[in-house]
């Protein structure tokens, strides 16, 4: 993701208005086009002149996690990382439900995958503010968690499968204060299981 001491926003795994209807390129637009982008842009000033300025993004993270003074440079950091795994947990023909080892191991974790559903939207409902809620591997088991702002699971030594964005940027332009309108369409019908799958261990 390092290019000339440059941390890069990567490209969109798809187009603009792709997920549309469940996700707007309005949405898109502001989301990835500004929000997403201006985290990159203000890591790379926040960088430039530091000993982070070639590390790759995911060392970046590790490296200031924690630490008071790059408190700036971790939520950046976080942030934009974040958001590039947001958008490839998403796909214009996802939702529905996941098949193979995945679905074992989410039925052998949760008991059924309507329990796993139902405890991922609760921790997407409950983060209360800004944040994230996520599919994680800790060991052998799956689990749901919800981080606040910035905090993302790779600083803990546990896998991320799967993240759904809960900060309001995420959804007011579609849904305004509806926040469970909006995880209940990404969960139904944008969710990209192969690329969960993909992040298993």
Known sequence: MSNKNQILQPALPYAENALEPVISVKTIGFHYGKHHKAYVDNLNKLISETEFKDLPLEE??????????????????AQAWNHTFFWKSLASNGGGKPSGVLMKRIEESFGSFDDFLKELT?????????????????????????????????TMGIEPLLTIDVWEHAYYLDYQNKRPDYVAAVLDKLINWEFVASNLK
Do not use: Y
């Open 60 to 77: 970046i993270i590790k490296k200031t996690a924690g630490k008071k003074d790059h408190t700036g440079i971790f939520n950046n950091a």
């Open 122 to 154: 609760e921790a997407a409902m409950t983060q209360f503010g800004s944040g994230w809620a996520w599919l994680v591997q800790d060991g052998n088991k799956l689990k749901v968690m919800k981080t606040p702002n910035a905090e993302t699971p790779l």
